[in-house]
């Protein structure tokens, strides 16, 4: 083999080493750049005749377009490695099975009073709101429930360490009858020194709070209260309205309701609703869905109206309990454990 050969094949093996374009090119160098042995070769030919540079040159030619022609295969080689391995790193899989963007969707309880909420606006009632943080004259007193009133401990209050202006402890509303009397006390001033005022008709939804849990009860729950007061309004315009909004609200007519006698110091009569349905899994056992009671003369005057003149009801419905049965839940606290395989379910 001649020397020119045999440059070639050390061209190529110092090529074939080369794991990288940069050691690529520096070999490169070795053979091909200005101070590489191609270039001496072409030198060493000066003391050469012009006979001998002829054939020399074209042998040294030949010699330099192999080693060209070997650096650019493994330049494409290295460049086609390059490409497969990021190829790999960047593989899809378009058998996998794909990733669906998942819908959000309304918390099972807000869907039912948004359905709560439908219903009593067509049958005219104005909604409102209110606060959750409450002071006792409105949470307890106002509603015929004073400081040191047996019924007081009916309920389990949550107490915020911060007073009201009486000097009393914030409660976290344990019901939402005091939107009974903050809206009443509203729609008074708003038609005071009028002749006469529209019937006052709202319900009042929200977050209530108890110390109370098992799997009926949760410390925070939802209620609505509803109230009716106008000049002629009988317990009789509560069963009916009642009857209505419940037999909408479970979308069947073959469910009945009963009022049972009760005790609430804001109302008087007072009468728990139960409701039986006469069909479907619950079908035959009555059920307790919410307080009622005409509102006690003496809440009546709370709210800036003349119980002589004013009359009417208001109920206070559990929320929870509504959507339990609506949907088949037997565990209150499912609604608040913020599952999605639980949630998920009601989209
Ligand atoms: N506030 C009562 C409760 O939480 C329910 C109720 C509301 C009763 C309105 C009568 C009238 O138990």
Do not use: C
């Amino acid at each position: 083999m001649n020397e020119l050969d045999t440059l070639v094949d050390n061209a190529r093996a110092a090529f074939a080493k080369a794991s990288a374009p940069a050691d690529l090119e520096n070999a490169k160098a070795q053979f091909l750049g200005k101070s590489g042995r191609i270039t001496e070769l072409m030198k060493g030919m000066a003391q050469l005749s012009v006979e001998e540079k002829k054939s020399r040159g074209a042998a040294i030619n030949v010699a330099k377009q192999a080693i060209e022609a070997a650096l650019n295969e493994r330049r494409q080689q290295l460049a086609d490695e390059e490409l497969n391995v990021q190829l790999r790193a960047e593989a899809l899989d378009v058998t996998l099975p794909g990733r669906r963007r998942v819908g959000g969707g309304l918390h099972p309880v807000a869907r039912a009073q948004e359905r709560i909420e439908a219903i009593f606006s067509s049958m005219g009632f104005d909604v409102a709101d209110g606060p959750e943080i409450e002071t006792d004259w409105y949470s307890f007193t106002s509603l015929n429930n004073p400081p040191n009133h047996p019924a007081r401990s009916m309920q389990d209050t949550f107490y915020v360490d911060m007073k009201d202006e009486d000097g009393l402890l914030l409660n976290l509303r344990p019901h939402t009858s005091p939107m009974q009397v903050r809206y009443a006390q509203a729609h008074a001033k708003k038609y005071a020194g009028q002749e006469s005022m529209p019937d006052i008709r709202v319900i009042a939804p929200g977050r209530t709070y108890r110390v109370d849990s098992d799997a009926t009860h949760s410390p925070m729950f939802h209620q609505v209260e509803g109230l009716w007061i106008g000049e002629n309004v009988s317990f009789k315009d509560l069963k009916v309205m009642y009857l209505d909004f419940i037999r909408a609200f479970f979308e069947t007519d073959a469910l009945k309701l009963r009022f049972r006698p009760s005790y609430f110091p804001f109302t008087e009569p007072s009468a728990e609703i139960d409701i039986m349905f006469e069909h479907g899994p619950l079908a035959g056992r009555w059920l307790e869905v919410s307080g009622s009671g005409q509102v006690h003369p003496q809440v009546v005057r709370n709210m800036g109206l003349d119980p002589e003149r004013y009359i009417g009801f208001a109920f206070g419905s559990g929320i929870d309990r509504l959507a339990m049965l609506r949907y088949g839940v037997n565990d209150l606290r499912l609604f608040f454990d913020g599952d999605l395989r639980f949630l998920s379910q009601f989209q």
